[in-house]
């Protein structure tokens, strides 16, 4: 027995009574004579609500039937009411709706036509054929999105044989019966979700990103209570953004943009007075070391490895017949420097030593790196090198 579709001629219908035809998983997996519950279908979510009192977590489409999963048990052939939560319903029509009308203005303003559909908890996207988009092509399709809402144009549903539709913007691949939904002057599709029923309930469509997604152009929008909510909240972090700069709104984006440059020059500033204070201690290092009876002096340091005890390293192993090991417990790692005259080749040593623990490593004559899979592969590596006194 199929189940007979409420929102397909009405989608507003919020409550109805339906009988439980079939209830299996103890009753927690049912399938309803009629149902206004919409399934996951086409790139919109499955309606929420209550059957019979019991909360509804998922609606699935099967073929001719839709089932609902269910919180609590229904008893076959029993007489239920339905509720639909009307909040999420709304929105998913806001969002559908603009969907349809967004796709018909990319496709009539730049014959970019719609791939792909999705509809998300905050967002929704829709994927368009193009090579290209920027910000000043979607701020038209914006404008003209804004004309046709503003004209309140009907939004119809009619179902028509797939052999004498005509005008469809995407053709479609059903045979039999297709229910079209149409935006009066504008779009024609085959959709079996569910829609509002004039472009003036949409309310404002907004895109909020454009990204490249294998070829095509993904945009990332939102639609009525949605856009809404997402402008009140863009408005209130720019205004907190322009008080922390103690700048007008208008200018707090140049403003941002020059403090992140001033950022990036004291940034490079700080590295270049940090490595320079670690050469330093390596010179202050290899003074204080004492040579051991072979005539190299060795030290040994654990830490980061990072540009300051790379400095470090190179400025005491420069001092002459000098060998610096560097230990790092995560990730598991070890810089070896050494002098021109120690005898020693740094990239030799650490690749040898490494390799021989599990690991990879290698460099040049006077300074080299590796890293292993674990701390006692570290130790080994530490031993291999034998720097540790």
Not at 63 to 77: G, N, T, Y
Not at 146 to 156: K, L
Not at 220 to 248: K, N
């Amino acid at each position: 027995m199929t189940t007979d579709r409420l929102y397909y001629t009405d989608s507003y219908v919020r409550e109805f009574s339906a009988r439980v035809i079939e209830a299996g998983a103890g009753g927690l997996r049912v399938i309803l004579d009629r149902t206004a519950f919409y399934p996951t279908s086409g790139g919109q979510p499955f309606d929420l609500g209550t059957l019979g009192g019991s909360r509804v977590r998922e609606v699935i489409d099967e073929e001719e039937r839709v089932i609902h999963l269910l919180e609590a048990p229904l008893a076959s052939d029993a007489e239920v009411e339905g509720r639909i939560d009307w909040d999420r319903r709304f929105d998913h029509m806001q969002q559908h709706t603009g969907q349809h009308l967004l796709s018909a203005v990319f496709e009539e303003l730049y014959s970019m036509p719609t791939v792909s559909f999705h509809m998300g908890a905050e967002t929704s996207t829709i994927d368009l054929r193009a090579g290209s988009l920027d910000a000043k092509l979607t701020a038209r399709v914006e404008e003209r999105c804004a004309e046709i809402i503003a004209q309140a144009r009907p939004v119809a549903v009619t179902f028509e044989d797939a052999a004498s539709a005509s005008g469809l913007r995407k053709e479609s691949q059903r045979f039999g019966i297709l229910r079209i939904v149409s935006i009066q002057g504008v779009d024609r599709s085959a959709c079996g979700g569910t829609h509002v029923s004039s472009t003036a309930e949409i309310g404002p469509v907004l895109i909020r990103k454009i990204e490249k997604m294998r070829g095509d152009i993904r945009v990332e929008f939102v639609c009525g209570l949605r856009a809404f909510l997402q402008a009140r909240e863009d408005y209130r972090v720019l205004a907190d953004i322009g008080r922390a700069l103690s700048v007008p709104l208008d200018r707090a984006p140049e403003v941002v943009a020059a403090q992140i440059e001033r950022i990036k020059t004291l940034e490079k500033a700080c590295q270049k007075l940090s490595t320079e204070l670690a050469a330093r201690v390596g010179l202050e290092l290899y003074a204080a070391t004492a040579p051991d009876p072979d005539g190299l002096r060795r030290i040994t340091q654990r830490g980061p490895i990072d540009e300051a005890m790379r400095a470090r390293a190179q400025a005491f192993a420069a001092g002459g017949s000098a060998m610096f090991l560097a230990v790092c417990d995560d990730p598991p790692s070890v810089l070896l420097a050494s002098s021109q005259d120690s005898g020693v080749h740094a990239g030799d040593r650490v690749k040898a030593a490494v390799s021989a623990a599990g690991g990879r490593g290698g460099g040049n004559q006077t300074v080299a790196q590796g890293s292993v899979l674990s701390k006692d592969a570290l130790n080994v590596v530490c031993d291999t090198l034998s720097l540790l006194r």
